[in-house]
């Protein structure tokens, strides 16, 4: 079964940084789309960021320039830097494997103004 455990969040300052990690396991992590997604109190969850598994990325309009999702697949590790972050970015963060509709367990942010 698809494992995907992801780390990183916390609280902090607004316009400061966070990089989030997810490790994914039981799966051949290479061959497929990783993305982030997040989700608000009260509101839907939303994709934040997605990597194709050559590299290619899109982002949420609200998060470009700001968000850089990146992987390593030697390690099965797909990541979200955050940077200039805002109290509107204050969710839980989600790491996903699309293809099976596999979620992780999230990752606090919180952004403090």
């Known amino acids: 079964q698809v494992q995907l455990v992801e780390s990183g969040g916390g609280l902090v300052q607004d316009g400061g940084s966070l990089r989030l990690s997810c490790a994914a396991s039981?799966?051949?992590?290479?061959?497929?789309?990783m993305s982030w997604y997040r989700q608000a109190p009260g509101k839907q969850r939303e994709l934040v960021a997605g990597?194709?598994?050559?590299?290619?990325?899109n982002y949420a309009d609200s998060v470009k320039g700001r968000f850089t999702i990146s992987r390593d697949n030697a390690k099965n590790m797909v990541y979200l830097q955050m940077n200039s972050l805002k109290p509107e970015d204050t969710a839980v963060y989600y790491c996903?494997?699309?293809?099976?509709?596999?979620w992780g367990q999230g990752t606090q942010v919180t952004v403090s103004s």
């Open positions: 039981r799966f051949t992590f290479s061959n497929y789309y």
């Open positions: 990597i194709t598994s050559a590299g290619s990325t």
């Open positions: 996903n494997l699309r293809s099976a509709n596999a």
